[in-house]
């Protein structure tokens, strides 16, 4: 089975300063996805980036960007001139591959909770 | 184009009731997934439907069930409720193969 761990349950960051958030994971699956969600004091889930375990180049959403390093198996996210809108409670998360007929399930982190300080 | 939806948002309910909540995809979207999150356990895969039938079921009991319709809209019903089901229950949608899962607002059950 697979597991993801965010060790970081709380962070900080000066607004417009730089903040990285850390998650390790572990499978025996050779294809996968990772993803970065969001989730604001709503409870909306969203979708910040995500990572094709296949794609060596590290994916990167305007100001969110990732570190992957497939040998460690660690998924970082960077966020650069963090902005208020930016606090929230953020999750790592693992999906299978298999493409048509893989299934939906996504193997969730703790949660590192955000803070973004004036 | 509108978003998942879930209906109710808020619901109580007293301990051994049951209950059922409903979730609407994207509209051409086939699979949903529903997650249960709370604070201690954090976010737990449930199950999922695609194209009418449970494609995958997490580790919950029985009283867990699912369903999915034609139109792919899908319901969860919960049976002999009891306080530790008290969470927010997340449904999610996707179209197929690689394609990302958009969340639903959740519904926020509490068992009295």
């Known amino acids: 089975a697979q597991t993801v761990t965010q060790s970081q349950p709380e962070m900080s960051v000066q607004e417009a300063e730089t903040v990285t958030l850390s998650c390790t994971y572990d499978?025996?699956?050779?294809?996968?996805?990772l993803f970065w969600y969001k989730q604001p004091p709503s409870r909306q889930m969203i979708l910040v980036i995500r990572?094709?375990?296949?794609?060596?180049q590290n994916a990167t959403e305007n100001r969110f960007s990732v570190n992957f390093q497939k040998a460690a198996k660690s998924f970082s996210l960077k966020i650069s001139d963090s902005q208020l809108g930016d606090a929230a409670m953020y999750f790592c998360?693992?999906?299978?591959?298999?493409?048509?007929?893989?299934?939906?399930?996504?193997?969730f982190g703790e949660g590192t909770q955000l803070t973004v300080n004036p | 184009k509108a978003g998942v939806t879930q209906t109710p948002r808020y619901l109580i309910k007293t301990r051994g009731q049951q209950v059922t909540l409903s979730c609407s995809p994207i509209?051409?979207?086939?699979?949903v997934s529903w997650y249960q999150q709370t604070p201690g356990q954090g976010l737990q895969f449930l199950f999922e439907?695609?194209?009418?039938?449970?494609?995958n079921k997490g580790n919950f009991p029985g009283r867990f069930s699912g369903r999915q319709f034609s139109n792919s809209r899908s319901e969860m019903n919960v049976s002999t409720l009891e306080l530790g089901d008290s969470a927010l229950y997340l449904c999610?949608?996707?179209?197929?193969?690689?394609?990302?899962?958009?969340f639903g607002p959740g519904t926020r059950l509490t068992v009295t």
């Open positions: 509209s051409g979207h086939r699979s």
């Open positions: 999610a949608s996707r179209k197929t193969g690689v394609g990302e899962q958009y």
């Open positions: 499978t025996s699956e050779s294809d996968y996805y």
């Open positions: 990572q094709e375990a296949y794609k060596q």
């Open positions: 439907y695609f194209s009418e039938t449970q494609r």
């Open positions: 998360a693992y999906r299978s591959g298999g493409g048509e007929t893989s299934g939906s399930r996504l193997t």
